[in-house]
Structures are given as structure tokens and as C-alpha cells.
């Protein structure tokens, strides 16, 4: 048997050039789509989608707070409705506009697809909520609220997105004509039953002017064909059908009245067969007592039969043969077959099980046969991939796949003709067995029916085609006359006679009963079912005489004017004669997997979340993906996707704990907006790292443009979503504040009688929480999707692009960009998601990339004491308690030479020499701790006298126990170096300073800022553990400075100053990320504007090649280099005024072009002596690193290649004659 194919008549978008229609290159959103654009039919789908979504919120939250939104069978149903509707549309998307996307514009579709499964997901959750038993419970028209407004959130997020990225592209990307043909095969891709629906709501669902517009629209997009445009404007008029319908529900015998042949109308294909006999044996034929209408059903098992059993012969034939030339029309036969079961076997579980027994059902059997065909067309797949490499043994597998599949249709055929037809022969009228024939085959798509209805004819005899067709005209309503010529038309192209059934089955032409409907075009058309085509022509004109011409023509030729492939050759003799009804012009391209693919959803769409998931073959993952993503390779980017884990965690919470603040408990709230306000921050850094770092690294890589521009515009609409919240836990916190809580939580009831302000404080209260409730429960749908499509589309990525160095530098630069107060908040909150050894490897990844910092010296000071800390050291137990015992055998080995100060006060001069000669003799002793000690022992008098005068001082008055003024006049605490309102003591001597500065300027020694742990307040005189405000009640609280730093004791009024973790010293500036970001490499750091820089490992831990003071604890600017290399920036200025070279590897400082032009001119001008004109010396470029030959001059050389000056001669030619 043939097995059919779209029909390619007209344009093919797939197979199109990418030639761009005329747009504004700088616009970005749909708002730019120029009027006439037939992409502005999703913009009117968009518009009625959230106008439907927001009413039924609307009515959710009245439900949930006062009651009067209706009944919750009310909620269902409207879902239902928008459920079926949205998911058509995703379907078509999926189907028809993404891979025809994908082609043009490369990794954009595959983000939207995976939304399109996480919104079916969020509906399917919203059903099971609403099958639940606790209905009347207040909590769960609460948790109902909620739920809805998630829903809407993400369909809402999903098609902004879509109007700002995705229409334009298409707007910008294809031509008038192709975005036309685009928008046909979407509407062609929609179910037939659900397109009478569609359109009608669509219609209603904008105002007056907008209808009018999407009418005009669609007169571009439909085909130029007056039946199909009768058909879609028939739908879109939906008012005066429905009335229709509804009388014929009542009475269908209204809708089957015979037609006669009109004196204008006969068609001369008519004149072939006598129409009278064809009716009367039809009618002969279906009033026979032994046919039921619902025997029509056979015809389709039969013919599903017949191919499949074709199918398991071609597979036994190329397993005999080994002849896989043509695995493409094999996989597309089976395609197509696997399509058709799966439509069939919807119609019967949405249509006639349900109207036969409610309890009767062959779910089970027929998810067993899609998985069946799954496993067919991996098969095929994989041998495939294999090529010339597949073994025998795939072609045993493939004729046993085969075989299996046959055994499995034809038992579940024969149970539903055992079981289900003798009861639809015993309680069903005739009429009522012709309607659900009719709403069954109403199920199928257009583009998919223009296929089965010439397949399945074809099939059958002559009779059986007659009654049919007869079944089918008769149980359509009249508001489907054109529809069903259409399909009687299509029904006719099958014909095994090649002979127009059409007159003989129904009494007459069909197209002449559309004479009164088609005076709604402008004038009359008379459509025949049949006319002369060998082609398969699509074009339709006035009504016409069939041509009588006969040919002997060639079965396969035949079916291939109709886009059939794969039948096997036979002989006819056929009759020219074939229906005029239009085809309609689809591209074939993207049925295959994809409309396959759709018919699963749709089945998912029937029987809810246990029903196979929708897996387009576009956006399939490739079997490594899988790998990668299970997390058996360990890869340092892995772990900034740890920070999802501690989302999701708090995501919970929030969506959980969001339900107790109507409980109007204070403390509570308290904590929620903390805890919410944590989250939102690391959240904000999270994201920042992503645009700014890891999504700009993607987008570097050639085959990964686009990936991550719809990920950037979630985190723009995650954004909003956290301000509305914030926003909303303000206003909650002030309610709070308005009402009386001890009357609200006393009393309440005399509360509620005595004050009726209260009585709306405490509604207008409630309505907020069940808001907010609602908008964590989005923001946790929302960042819950965002960042599992990110980890299932992204991460991949990052194994097949980036090296293991490209990550480590990634993620070295995100940590730089991380300030310490963040990270003090981060690792404690990501660490409690994770698990001891996701701890232990996710800080082993950070340590590394942090090797050349100073990051864990910062981490050991402030992460001891935390509980991740804790269990983290007591991993490393073995290393940690080595080390101890080292330092402890070094402690015991140096106690003989440690003599106390009242020891080396009665010691004189020999015993000391002594003592350092025995320190000089051992051995054991490290060279550089002997040297310690030799020092120390030789200066020891003279600590031991500053020890005394300490101690001394101790027992006393505590020297500078005074404040200092920064200006004495207007009595402003602080020094010369920093204005402050302490001092701090220093560990070392005692002394009270106002900064280290100040210390090391009087003493000989310096200061360890650090291991201060006391201050005196300057304005009450007290000394107290060292903090940023005064403890004294006195003071009442005064804050010390504008900034303090709790690990490096430093205290600032004046700049802005932050502390970097990873030089862990405070650095002046605004922060890291904002305005700074650390090197890893140089362990500096530098500004923004310096993100792509030369770098040298711990380029800044060295000293200034001018003033010779370090540079990494320096207080002053420094200044980088182009080389890489560092100096202060005032001794730059300085050095500047006299040199243009780096003092250190002697490159240029800066762009010296202009100087360069002032040498070359100078050059130009000056005349060198006779014996020197010749002479060439060899040169070695400082800026290029390459050696050359210049003419001779005392003090300029010219590079040849780079045009630099700054050279050095190396040799000096003696040949009097240059070849420069």
C-alpha cells in the first residue's frame, strides 16, 4: 500500500533561500512588526491568551478570599478550555514555526520548546489540584490562587519573550510570502475540531478593529482558494455554527437531508456513471441489515493492517538483501503509519469509548503501541548512524521490531471489533454512529487529512468508498458543507478506480450545495468534487465540467501527483477523471517526527501526566548530553550550577512558608522578608555573574550565537517579579503596623464588632497575603524552570566547547567579581544544600582557581566557626593534625634557646655569645629559624628594656590615652591619614594609635592590624573589644565610621572601601563587580574597563622598579602597564616626563605613534655624513620582541616590521653598503 506524503504544492519554506524581508534592523520587539506582517496573527492569539488568563486569575482570587469568583467546577472548565487551546498552539510552534526557525537562526528554538513542556508540567500540577478531594478547605482555594497565578506568570513570561526575540527574527528573517506560508501550515497543524473552537474565542476575544485586522490578516495568509478561505472564515464566525451544531446534536437526521442536482450544476463526470444507480447502490448497500456505520471502522484497521504488514515485508527484504539505500522512505512509511495510529487510536479514546462505556478503555494498549513505534524508529535511527558498519544483527532486530508491532495492532484491533462494535451495533442509531465517525475523523489535523482520506480510500472497493463518503456527508452539519466537499475531494484523489465518488454516493456534486454560503465571497462559485487533473493540481476555479478523458496510467504515477511514495507497482486502468478541490500547499519537511511528536502531546493533553512526554526530534539531546549531565565527570563550571541547588532550596521555603502570613504573626514576617531579601540579593549576584561573564563566554563560541539571549531576558522578568514581591512585603509590613495586633489576636471577635476600619484592615490584609502567597508560588515556578532548562540546554555545553582551563578561568573570574559581604553570605547559604562531599569539592574548585590569592589566608580567618567549616574540617582531620605535630616538634626542639627577660637581664655579654654560638653549632636547626634566633638573641636587651617600659606602662597610665583630631578646629576625630572616632591598641606594645600609620611612624617596629582585638572610643575614653560602634550607653551607639572592616580592624569615615577576599586587605573603590574585579592570575585588583589585560602571575607582588616600596599592601594608586607590569601611579608621572619605556622589561608605556611620526620626520630631515650614509646596524625591537636591520644613526633605529623606535642596536654592520 502507498503510504502518503504531505503535498509540496506551492512555497516551501524549508527549502527557501534566507531571504530577509525589509525591517528596521534596530528594532527588537514585536511591537516593530509592520501592520501587514502575517506574524501579527500570534500577537492576536497572545492578546486573547492573557486576557482569558487573566479573568480566570481574577476569579481564583476572589474564590480564595471572599468567595464570589464561582464554583470551582467553573475554574475547571475554563481551564480545560484554555489548557486545550494553548496546547494546540505550542504544538503547532514545535511542529511548523521552530524548525523552520532553526534553520535560519541558529540555537533560538530549542529554549521555547523546553518551556513548552514546563508549562504543560505547571497544567498538569493545576489539574491534580483540582481533582483533590479538600475542596472546601480554605487552604486550598488559597493553594488554587496561587497555582493560577503561576500559570499565568509563566505563559505571560513565555510569550513576551517570544514578541521581543522570536517575532522579530521571523519578521527579519523571511519574507512576506514565507511568513504567510509559515502561518497557513501552523493553522493546518491544529486538529479540525479544535480549530472550530479556536477561532471563534480568537474572534471574540479582541475588540471590534482587531478583528477586523486579523480577518485581513488571514485573507493574506490563506491560500487563494475560495473553499478554504469559506472553511477558515465559516470557523471564525462561530456564532451561527454553534446554533448550528446545536440543532443537530438535537436532531441529526436536520443536517443529512439529500441533495439534488441543481439545473446548472451537473457535473459532467456524471454523464460517466449513472449517478441514480451509484446512489441507489449505495443506499442498498448501508440499508442492508448486516451494515452498521460503525463498521467504517474496519476500513481503517484494514488498512492500517495492510501497511504495517508491508512495512515487516520491506524489513524482511533488506535484511535478505542488505540493500539500506532507500532507509529514508522506509522511515518515512513508518512515520507516517505511527502517526495515523496515534490519531486513530485519540479519536477513539476522546470520542466513541466515552459515548460507548465510560469505563471502557484501551489507554494501556495504545501507549504500548506508540512505544512500540518509538523503539521501530530508534532502530531505524540507530543502523542509521551505523552506516555500512550495521551488523546483522540490526536487521534481525529491525524484522523482529517489525513483526512484534504487527502482533500487537492486530490483537488490540481485534478486541475493540470484539468488544466495542456489537455494542455500538446494539445502542446506537445509524445517525448517531455516522456523527462520532465523522467528530473522530474531526480529530486529525488538515495537513493530515489531505494524507489519510486518498490512503485510506485507496484501500477500499468502490462500494465501500460510496458508503464512506455517504456516512461522512451525512453526518457533517451544514455549517461544514465546505469542509466536507473538501474532504470528500481529498477522499476522491484515492479513488481505486480513479473515478469521483462524490455524485454517486450523495446524490450529486457537493461544491453546488455551497451555492447560498458562497454568496458571502462577493458572488457565486459552483464547486465540483470532481475534476480532470494529473497532476495534482491545487487550484480551484468556478465550477467546471469534469473533462471525460481517459488514460492508462501507471498506479504509482497516479498517487505520486498526490505526494504518495513507497506503494508497489501495479497495472490499472484509471480514469483521468479527479477532484477539484484545492490542496493545501504545505510543506511536507516538517511532518515527519515532529507532527508525530504532536500527536503524542496531544495524547498527553487526554490522559494527564502519566501519558508519554512530548520529544520533538529537533530538540531531542544528543545520548552524550545525558552523560555529561549526570555529573560523572567532575568540571569546575559544575560548580557555579551548585548555586541552583541552594535556589531551589529557598525557592521552597518561600512558596511553603508564604501560606502563614495571613496568620498576621509579626515575628513571622519578619523573617519571611529577610529571608526573601537574602535570596533576592544572591539571586541578582548570581545572575549579574551569568550576563556579564558566563552567557558573554558562550556567545564567543561561532556555533553558539543566540543560545543565551532568551535566558538573559528571564532574568530581566525574574527581576521584576522579585520587586512586585518586595514591593508587596512593604506594604504587608505597613498594614501590619496600621492594625491593632493584640485586639486582632486577643479579641478578635469584639475587635471586629467595636471597629469596621479593622474589619477592612484585616480583608484588605488577608487579599495582600493571598497576593503575595501567589507570587512566591511564580517566582518559585518561574527561577524553578528558568534554572532547570539552563542545566539541561547550557550546561552540555560547557563540556563541548571549554577546555578544563577555559572553565577554571571562567569561574576565577566570576568569584572576582564577588565581593567579601556577598561571600559571607553566599557559601554558608549554598553549603546547606549541598551534601559534605558536594562542600568539599565545590571549595577544592574555588581554592583552585584561587591558588596565586590570598583567598584561603581570607577563607581560614572568617569560615572557622561556621557549621560547613566544622564538617569540613573534620574530613580533613588526618592532614590538619600532622601539621599540628610538625609545629609542635619545632616548638619542643626550640624551648632551650628561648631564656626568659628576667634571664637575659642577669645575663652579661659572654653568656649571651655563648648562648648564640650554641644556637650557631645545632644542626637540627632550619638556616632560616637558626637566623631568627641568632637576631633575637643579639637585639634581646633591647627588647627586653621596651618589654619593661610596656609593662610598666601597664601598671600605670596607658600611653595615648588621649583623642586625636583629623581637624582640631571643628574638633573632628581621626589623624592625618584617616578620619575616625577611635583608636585602636596595638597587640604589639600596648599603645593606643589612631591607625597603623600613626604607630609605625614613632616606633621601630610595625603594626599587625589584624591581631588587634581592643579600641578606645574618642569620644567617651573607654577601652572595648574592638567594633563598629561605641558600646558605652553613654555614646548610644556611635558609630565609629562609615565603614569597618571586622577582618582587617580597619575603620573609615571618609571613602568608599571595600575588602577583597582575595588580596584580603581593604581596597578604595566601590566594590568588586561594581567598579573592581580581581585577577586570579595577577592577583590584583584592577578596573573594570581592564577585563581583557596582559597578565603576569602575581604581576602586583612585587616592589615599585621605581620608589621600591611594595606594591600589593600599598596605600597608594598603582598604575598598570600595557606590558603587564605595575608602579605607582605619581611615579609614573614622574618617570613619564623623562622616559617612555617600562623601567622593567623596557616596552613601550603607551601609544608613541605620534612621537614616532616626529622621529620620522627628524629622520627624513637629517643628512649623515658620506662615510656613514651606508651603513646598516642589526637591531632587536623592545615592543615587538623581533630582530632586524635599521640604516645607521647615533640614536634612532627604526623597526622594519612594527615601526617601532624604541630598539637596541646588537651588532653594527661594517660593509660599507646597506641593503635596507
Not at 503501541?369 to 551488523?391: Q, V
Not at 528571564?714 to 505597613?734: G, P, V, Y
Request: aromatic share 8%.
Amino acid at each position: 500500500m502507498a503510504t502518503p506524503e504531505i503535498q509540496n504544492a506551492g512555497f516551501s519554506v524549508m527549502a527557501a533561500a534566507p531571504a530577509a524581508a525589509p525591517v528596521d534592523q534596530s528594532s527588537h520587539s514585536a511591537a516593530a512588526l509592520s501592520v501587514s506582517s502575517p506574524i501579527r496573527f500570534f500577537l492576536f492569539f497572545h492578546k486573547a491568551i492573557r486576557s482569558e488568563l487573566d479573568g480566570i486569575h481574577r476569579s481564583a482570587m476572589a474564590l480564595a478570599t471572599n468567595g464570589s469568583g464561582g464554583d470551582i467546577k467553573q475554574l475547571m472548565e475554563k481551564w480545560h478550555f484554555l489548557r486545550s487551546i494553548y496546547k494546540h498552539h505550542s504544538n503547532a510552534e514545535d511542529e511548523v514555526i521552530f524548525p523552520a526557525l532553526d534553520i535560519r537562526v541558529k540555537n533560538v528554538a530549542k529554549t521555547y520548546s523546553l518551556e513548552h513542556e514546563g508549562e504543560s508540567l505547571l497544567f498538569d500540577q493545576l489539574f491534580s489540584l483540582l481533582d483533590n478531594d479538600k475542596r472546601n478547605e480554605e487552604s486550598y482555594k488559597r493553594e488554587l490562587a496561587s497555582c493560577t497565578g503561576a500559570l499565568q506568570t509563566s505563559i505571560s513570561q513565555h510569550m513576551s519573550k517570544e514578541e521581543e526575540q522570536v517575532f522579530p527574527l521571523l519578521n527579519e528573517k523571511f519574507s512576506f510570502e514565507e511568513q504567510a506560508s509559515l502561518v497557513w501550515e501552523f493553522l493546518c497543524s491544529i486538529p479540525v475540531n479544535m480549530m472550530a473552537e479556536f477561532l471563534p474565542w480568537l474572534s471574540s476575544s479582541i475588540s471590534p478593529d482587531e478583528r477586523l485586522d486579523m480577518r485581513k490578516c488571514l485573507h493574506r495568509i490563506i491560500p487563494d482558494e475560495k473553499l478554504l478561505q469559506q472553511i477558515i472564515f465559516t470557523w471564525m464566525d462561530g456564532s451561527k455554527m454553534r446554533s448550528k451544531r446545536k440543532c443537530y446534536e438535537d436532531d441529526p437526521r436536520q443536517s443529512s437531508s439529500s441533495a439534488t442536482p441543481t439545473e446548472n450544476g451537473l457535473c459532467s463526470c456524471e454523464s460517466y456513471q449513472n449517478a441514480e444507480g451509484g446512489i441507489q447502490s449505495a443506499q442498498n448497500a448501508i440499508s442492508s441489515s448486516l451494515y452498521c456505520p460503525m463498521d467504517d471502522i474496519l476500513h481503517w484497521h484494514k488498512a492500517i493492517e495492510k501497511e504495517l504488514n508491508d512495512i515487516a515485508e520491506a524489513a524482511r527484504s533488506i535484511k535478505l538483501t542488505g540493500d539500506f539505500t532507500d532507509l529514508s522512505a522506509f522511515n518515512r512509511r513508518l512515520q507516517f503509519i505511527a502517526e495515523v495510529c496515534i490519531f486513530h487510536s485519540i479519536a477513539e479514546d476522546k470520542v466513541i469509548f466515552p459515548a460507548v462505556d465510560a469505563e471502557m478503555s484501551f489507554i494501556q494498549e495504545h501507549t504500548e503501541e506508540e512505544s512500540e513505534f518509538d523503539k521501530f524508529r530508534y532502530l531505524i535511527e540507530s543502523i542509521e548512524n551505523a552506516g555500512d558498519n550495521s551488523s546483522a544483527d540490526f536487521y534481525s532486530k529491525l524484522c523482529s521490531q517489525a513483526d512484534h508491532i504487527m502482533g500487537t495492532v492486530k490483537n488490540h484491533f481485534r478486541n475493540e471489533e470484539i468488544k466495542v462494535l456489537p455494542l455500538v451495533r446494539q445502542h446506537f442509531s445509524p445517525e448517531r454512529q455516522r456523527e462520532l465517525l465523522y467528530k473522530s475523523l474531526c480529530v486529525m489535523p488538515l495537513r493530515l487529512i489531505e494524507c489519510v482520506l486518498p490512503w485510506l480510500v485507496g484501500s477500499m472497493s468502490e462500494e465501500e468508498a460510496r458508503c464512506f463518503l455517504y456516512n461522512m456527508h451525512m453526518a457533517a452539519p451544514a455549517s461544514d458543507a465546505a469542509l466536507v466537499t473538501l474532504f470528500s475531494g481529498w477522499a476522491c484523489k484515492g479513488c481505486p478506480g480513479g473515478i469521483c465518488l462524490s455524485s454517486t454516493s450523495v446524490g450529486g456534486c457537493p461544491a453546488k450545495e455551497l451555492k447560498e454560503t458562497q454568496e458571502n465571497f462577493g458572488r457565486s462559485y459552483r464547486y465540483c468534487a470532481c475534476a480532470s487533473t494529473l497532476n495534482g493540481s491545487t487550484t480551484c476555479g468556478p465550477a467546471r465540467k469534469c473533462e471525460k478523458t481517459m488514460k492508462e496510467r501507471n498506479l504509482d504515477s497516479s498517487l505520486e501527483s498526490v505526494a504518495f511514495s513507497g506503494a508497489k507497482s501495479q497495472n490499472t486502468s484509471l480514469s483521468n477523471q479527479s477532484c477539484c478541490v484545492p490542496g493545501l500547499g504545505v510543506n511536507s519537511n516538517t511532518l515527519g517526527m515532529n507532527s508525530l511528536a504532536s500527536a503524542k502531546s496531544l495524547r498527553s493533553l487526554s490522559f494527564g501526566a502519566t501519558a508519554p512526554s512530548l520529544n520533538s526530534s529537533l530538540f531531542n539531546w544528543e545520548p552524550e548530553t545525558s552523560s555529561s549531565i549526570s555529573g560523572l565527570t567532575a568540571r569546575p563550571i559544575d560548580n557555579i550550577f551548585k548555586f541552583h541547588k541552594a535556589i531551589r532550596k529557598d525557592l521552597e521555603f518561600l512558596d511553603v512558608e508564604s501560606g502563614k502570613l495571613s496568620d498576621c504573626d509579626e515575628s513571622f514576617l519578619r523573617q519571611f522578608s529577610g529571608r526573601f531579601r537574602l535570596l533576592w540579593g544572591l539571586y541578582r549576584a548570581h545572575s549579574n555573574a551569568e550576563d556579564d561573564i558566563v552567557f558573554p563566554a558562550l556567545e564567543s563560541k561561532e556555533t553558539l550565537h543566540n543560545v543565551s539571549h532568551s535566558y538573559t531576558l528571564d532574568h530581566k522578568q525574574e527581576e521584576e517579579l522579585f520587586e512586585d514581591i518586595s514591593s508587596a512585603l512593604a506594604e504587608l509590613s505597613q498594614l501590619h503596623e496600621n492594625l491593632n495586633v493584640k485586639d486582632v489576636a486577643g479579641n478578635l471577635s469584639e475587635s471586629l464588632s467595636d471597629s469596621s476600619s479593622c474589619v477592612n484592615g484585616l480583608k484588605k490584609y488577608n487579599e495582600l497575603a493571598t497576593k503575595v502567597q501567589g507570587m512566591c508560588k511564580s517566582i518559585r515556578v518561574s527561577l524553578d524552570h528558568h534554572v532547570m532548562r539552563e542545566e539541561l540546554e547550557l550546561w552540555p555545553l560547557f563540556d563541548r566547547y571549554f577546555s578544563v582551563e577555559e572553565q577554571d578561568k571562567l569561574v576565577g573570574r566570576i568569584i572576582g567579581t564577588t565581593g567579601a559581604e556577598v561571600l559571607q553570605s553566599m557559601l554558608p547559604w549554598v553549603t546547606s544544600a549541598l551534601t559534605l562531599e558536594e562542600q568539599n569539592k565545590m571549595m577544592d574548585t574555588w581554592k583552585h582557581a584561587t591558588k596565586n590569592t590570598m583567598f584561603s589566608e581570607w577563607l581560614n580567618e572568617w569560615w572557622e566557626g561556621t557549621p560547613a567549616a566544622s564538617s569540613q574540617e573534620s574530613t580533613s582531620g588526618n592532614s590538619t593534625s600532622q601539621e599540628y605535630d610538625i609545629h609542635e616538634s619545632t616548638d619542643q626542639s626550640d624551648y632551650t634557646f628561648k631564656p626568659g627577660w628576667k634571664d637575659i637581664f642577669r645575663m652579661n655579654q659572654n653568656e649571651l655569645e655563648s648562648e648564640i654560638r650554641k644556637v650557631s653549632r645545632d644542626s637540627t636547626l632550619d638556616p632560616r629559624r637558626k637566623a631568627y634566633l641568632i637576631q633575637n638573641l643579639m637585639t634581646s636587651r633591647w627588647i627586653a628594656s621596651q618589654q619593661s617600659k610596656t609593662d610598666e606602662a601597664e601598671d600605670g597610665e596607658l600611653l595615648g590615652c588621649l583623642p586625636s583630631f583629623r581637624d582640631s578646629e571643628k574638633k573632628i576625630f581621626g589623624c592625618e591619614h584617616y578620619k575616625r572616632n577611635c583608636k585602636l591598641r596595638a597587640a604589639c606594645c600596648g599603645k593606643l594609635v589612631a591607625c597603623r600609620f600613626c604607630h609605625d611612624e614613632v616606633n621601630d617596629h610595625s603594626m599587625d592590624r589584624k591581631a588587634t582585638s581592643e579600641m578606645m572610643c574618642m569620644n567617651c575614653l573607654k577601652i572595648q573589644p574592638v567594633g563598629p560602634v561605641c558600646i558605652t550607653p553613654s555614646c548610644n551607639g556611635l558609630a565609629m565610621a562609615k565603614y569597618y572592616c571586622s577582618s582587617c580592624k580597619f575603620f573609615d569615615d571618609e571613602r568608599e572601601v571595600y575588602h577583597c577576599p582575595f588580596c584580603n586587605l581593604c581596597r578604595v573603590g566601590k566594590g568588586l563587580g561594581i567598579d573592581f574585579f580581581h585577577c586570579m592570575t595577577c592577583n590584583c585588583c584592577l578596573a573594570m574597563k581592564l577585563v581583557d589585560h596582559k597578565c603576569r602571575e602575581k604581576g602586583l607582588e612585587t616592589n615599585c622598579p621605581i620608589c621600591c616600596d611594595f606594591l600589593f599592601t600599598s596605600s597608594t594608586a598603582v598604575r598598570a602597564l600595557p606590558c603587564g607590569h605595575y608602579m605607582h601611579s605619581a611615579c609614573f608621572q614622574a618617570y613619564a616626563c623623562a622616559h617612555y619605556i617600562c623601567p622593567i622589561c623596557s616596552k613601550s608605556m603607551g601609544d608613541m605613534s605620534v612621537y614616532f611620526g616626529m622621529l620620522d620626520a627628524l629622520m627624513a630631515s637629517e643628512v649623515l655624513p658620506e662615510e656613514y650614509r651606508n651603513r646598516c646596524q642589526d637591531i632587536l625591537c623592545n615592543d615587538c620582541d623581533r630582530k632586524g636591520t635599521a640604516p645607521f644613526h647615533w640614536l634612532y633605529h627604526k623597526c622594519s616590521f612594527c615601526g617601532s623606535y624604541n630598539t637596541r642596536v646588537i651588532k653594527v654592520d661594517r660593509d660599507p653598503i646597506c641593503l635596507t
